[in-house]
């Protein structure tokens, strides 16, 4: 496999991405988790250095929504400062929180143009992206292979790369926490077999891509304790491809034949999701702090439709937790963490893209949810060539991830994916063979 400077490019960009738990956020905070920070001015500089700059319709989209934020953000400026009699709020100065926040966006935004700009630039660069892409999902399966394997000895598998030395008995990869790896598996799961089969290359080529997709996917699913990522298996990826196979005249006997596999993933899955929430739901953080933050940020926003922007976001988020604990809904869960919002506005979220989006802009935010993210599914949906299934998968998946447990602030491989269908939209515009 031949190798030059565009595929080492795009393999540094994607490590970088999928890179959720890099030591220097104790020296730079929580916005250097990622590395891909410190690569931003490079790929703005990039970008300006650009005779014509492409910008696509999402990228517009993506623009407008975060000078809306910016403008919700000043105008709640002098309303918290009324109701607060200051710009101290949880000792944190709301001018300074806010353009903290700020940067999570912008930084997606241009990392997101990059992205968009490089692959955009011939049409060899997908040949070049297969190829770091490939990469890189031998090395997440080699390293998964490892991690499992000393998951449960007391041996720390390479502690320098994480924040938190400490021994982690879950499934991670280079993230921070479990719940964080869904999204990275799920990319390197389909977009290879994808591309292997979009490019038609070798078949030599796709049994390999499929074998280590296969193994990434089985591996992970049947050790992982990520409550999220297995209810998503459930509702997303073993019904999607279930219909898939059935669906192709090629798969359809291989479907039948793995019929009975399918159907003990599935169970084996259910029982263990039934049992970790039944177990879980009253002593578990996760269930508590997720709960009570969900019903907070649907008052907020019922009250505040239009959102509260960045500064609004950390005054009213915990004052409205307050009120949410001191009710009878999430009386009976563990409320230990979300507490601690009400004393610091440290890690400050509901732990989630949507709800998040919500407290910040309200009916904007809505807006733009389904300017970019809705309306993206349901052009993917109509394009008849079966091979655009393994980007549907992930799209979904990534959505309702970020729906239900994620959020995408330094998710970058997430913004990654939806810059590269923002140029397959582009060339299935171009190629009419494969939309009907």
């Not at 990392?111 to 049409?123: A, E, H, T």
């Not at 070798?202 to 409550?227: C, H, P």
């Amino acid at each position: 496999m031949r190798i030059n400077t565009i595929t080492i490019l795009l393999f540094g960009i994607l490590f970088l991405a999928i890179y959720q738990d890099f030591p220097l956020v104790t020296v730079f905070g929580e916005i250097a988790r990622s590395p891909i920070i410190f690569v931003i001015p490079l790929m703005l500089v990039y970008l300006m250095s650009l005779k014509k700059i492409m910008v696509s319709n999402y990228t517009e989209y993506f623009i407008y929504y975060v000078l809306y934020l910016m403008l919700i953000s000043l105008v709640f400026m002098p309303i918290l400062y009324f109701l607060n009699g200051s710009l101290i709020f949880l000792k944190e100065n709301l001018i300074l929180k806010t353009i903290k926040m700020s940067v999570y966006p912008l930084s997606a935004l241009v990392f997101y143009q990059f992205v968009y700009s490089i692959l955009s630039r011939g049409k060899d660069t997908l040949n070049y992206l297969f190829k770091a892409i490939f990469c890189l999902q031998v090395l997440v399966a080699i390293y998964l292979l490892f991690e499992v394997f000393f998951l449960k000895t007391t041996t720390i598998f390479l502690s320098f790369l994480h924040v938190d030395p400490f021994k982690y008995y879950r499934v991670r990869l280079l993230t921070a926490e479990e719940s964080w790896a869904g999204t990275v598996l799920t990319f390197f799961v389909f977009v290879p077999v994808f591309l292997v089969n979009y490019l038609e290359y070798s078949k030599r080529t796709k049994q390999k891509v499929y074998s280590i997709s296969a193994f990434i996917f089985l591996y992970y699913t049947l050790v992982s304790e990520s409550k999220g990522y297995l209810l998503l298996v459930l509702v997303s990826i073993l019904p999607m491809t279930i219909s898939y196979m059935f669906k192709s005249k090629k798969l359809r006997k291989i479907a039948l034949v793995l019929l009975p596999v399918v159907f003990i993933v599935t169970v084996f899955v259910f029982i263990v999701l039934k049992t970790t929430i039944e177990s879980q739901i009253h002593t578990s953080i996760t269930f508590g702090t997720r709960f009570t933050s969900y019903l907070s940020a649907i008052k907020i926003f019922l009250t505040h439709p239009f959102g509260v922007g960045w500064s609004g976001f950390v005054y009213y988020l915990p004052e409205t937790i307050r009120e949410t604990i001191n009710g009878s809904w999430v009386s009976t869960l563990d409320l230990n963490e979300i507490k601690g919002y009400l004393l610091s506005a440290k890690g400050l979220s509901t732990k989630t893209e949507f709800f998040d989006g919500l407290i910040y802009g309200g009916i904007g935010f809505l807006v733009f949810y389904y300017l970019f993210f809705i309306k993206r599914v349901f052009f993917f949906f109509k394009v008849k060539n079966p091979t655009f299934f393994f980007l549907k998968v992930p799209l979904i998946f990534s959505i309702l991830a970020g729906s239900i447990y994620i959020t995408f602030h330094i998710k970058y491989e997430v913004w990654f994916l939806m810059a590269f269908l923002d140029v397959m939209q582009n060339r299935i515009s171009n190629e009419t063979p494969i939309a009907e």
